[in-house]
């Protein structure tokens, strides 16, 4: 399966350093696509889910329907939205997938609601790359 890009869905996306992905290399997955193993097998040991609310790796809320996360494998960040209406039984879905701050940051600025700027000064102050942010 190919992404819009025209990669093949998995593909790995640059080099092994940070400055070869390019800042487009971000896409939306299709819907059945948006749960990764690792968040599956998480989910049956009880412990919370990338789409719920007290996911752990929440990076910044950005306002009451959108927030960014770290993925579950921690090799990209998330732009979440809550859809129809901000009850917690609707979830959060991924959006973009970025693992450069450049992306995510252009990502979160075509919001059509505004940012908490607090959560602005979190986003400015990551790693360029999310790989620079791994232990």
Same mark, same amino acid.
């Given at each position: ?10 593909? #790995?996306?640059?080099? *092994? &350093?940070?400055?070869? =992905? ?10 059945? +696509? /948006? %749960? ?22 929440? #990076?910044?809320?950005? *306002? &009451?329907?959108?927030? =960014? ?10 732009? +979440? /939205? %809550? ?53």
């Amino acid at each position: 399966m190919e992404n819009p890009a025209g990669r093949a869905t998995g593909e #790995v996306l640059g080099g *092994s &350093d940070c400055e070869s =992905v390019s800042s487009e290399n971000s896409y939306s997955a299709p819907q059945d +696509q /948006r %749960r990764p193993l690792a968040e599956a097998r998480r989910a049956r040991k009880g412990q919370p889910g990338e789409g719920e609310d007290d996911y752990v790796n929440v #990076v910044a809320r950005l *306002s &009451d329907r959108w927030r =960014v996360i770290r993925c579950s494998a921690g090799i990209q960040w998330v732009l +979440q /939205r %809550r859809d129809a209406g901000n009850a917690p039984s609707t979830g959060w879905r991924g959006v973009s997938y970025c693992v450069t701050r450049e992306s995510l940051l252009r990502r979160c600025g075509g919001l059509e609601s505004p940012i908490d700027p607090s959560a602005m000064v979190v986003l400015d102050r990551l790693p360029a790359c999310i790989r620079e942010a791994l232990p």
